[in-house]
């Protein structure tokens, strides 16, 4: 952690995770769905000259705060991180959705009703604070990993003791927040959250593949959403990526970025060109067809 001063007194924070070589990266890495420095209002600082003072020639972003200027020479790609604004109430938010989704928000009241129907009635449950219960979210979203041809990253034992830390705390300025959907009582979708003051990440999410056809994780996130209001969450934050239930719940952006903060080095300079090959690539839309024979070649062996 850097410690940003000021007339002897701290300004702000920079937690990062050093490597070998100087190389850094976000605190968690792979669990890391935003980042960047904590710094008082108007703090005039350098990035490169932070990187020196942490010891670091080059500190990699893929979920960095757009918003903080100092970064943005070393930005390489930009993307919307999208959230669901409560600020106005539920109601007022449901009514936004239905505006703009309404024939997708009359299916899903379908396939709801449809759920009850076939399974029993549904309840929610805000918080499980039962270690078994997440374990129930470890299985599914493993079967999802596997299904999906995606790294199964629950095969880390840190990332599962992270997690299981996350779900253990229950602090009054942090707390893990593991939600369920159930039908006659048994578990049908599960989401474990972040939920800090009125901001509430939208973390990792599974569900029973049984259930698959009822879209029970947007049944659970819309629960979430509407339960969020008494919690005192104004904002859920979904993340990046273009799912359509996400274009479809937001109703906000944040911007965040993508890159390198580089110092003079050859390491910074292989790891720079490294990165704008990787870029490229994508721009050119090999890249999924890249991860396809990867996957194909991994399974044959």
């Known amino acids: 952690m850097a410690i940003l001063e000021e007339d002897g007194q701290p300004v702000g924070f920079f937690p990062f995770q050093r490597g070998r070589f100087g190389m850094g990266r976000p605190v968690g890495t792979i669990l890391s769905d935003i980042h960047g420095a904590v710094v008082a209002p108007d703090v ?43 600020e106005a109430g539920f109601e007022t938010y449901l009514g936004g959705v239905e505006a703009a989704h309404g024939h997708s928000m009359r299916h899903l009241r379908r396939k709801t009703r449809k759920l009850e129907r076939e399974h029993g009635p549904l309840s929610f449950v805000h918080h499980d604070g039962d270690p078994t219960a997440l374990e129930t979210l470890f299985g599914w979203k493993a079967d999802q990993y596997t299904k999906t041809g995606t790294v199964n990253i629950l095969e880390h034992r840190w990332v599962r003791e992270v997690l299981g830390r996350v779900h253990a705390t229950q602090g009054d300025d942090f707390q ?126």
């Open 176 to 301: 893990g927040l593991l939600s369920f959907i159930l039908a006659e009582g048994r578990p049908v979708a599960a989401h474990l959250g972040m939920r800090s003051a009125g901001a509430l990440h939208y973390w990792f999410p599974a569900y029973d593949p049984a259930f698959a056809p009822y879209s029970p994780g947007l049944i659970l996130l819309m629960r979430l959403a509407e339960a969020s209001q008494t919690a005192g969450v104004d904002t859920i934050d979904l993340g990046t990526g273009d799912y359509e239930f996400k274009r479809m719940l937001a109703n906000r952006v944040v911007v965040v970025a993508e890159g390198a903060v580089t110092t003079p080095s050859a390491i910074a300079k292989a790891v720079a060109a490294r990165r704008t090959a990787k870029t490229l690539i994508r721009r050119t839309g090999v890249a999924p067809g890249l991860r396809r024979i990867v996957r194909r070649a991994s399974g044959s062996r």
């Open 44 to 86: 005039q600082w350098d990035a490169q000259a932070l990187m020196r003072a942490s010891g670091l020639k080059l500190w990699e972003f893929h979920h960095l705060l757009a918003s903080q200027a100092p970064f943005e020479p070393f930005h390489q790609i930009r993307r919307d991180s999208m959230q669901i604004d409560l």
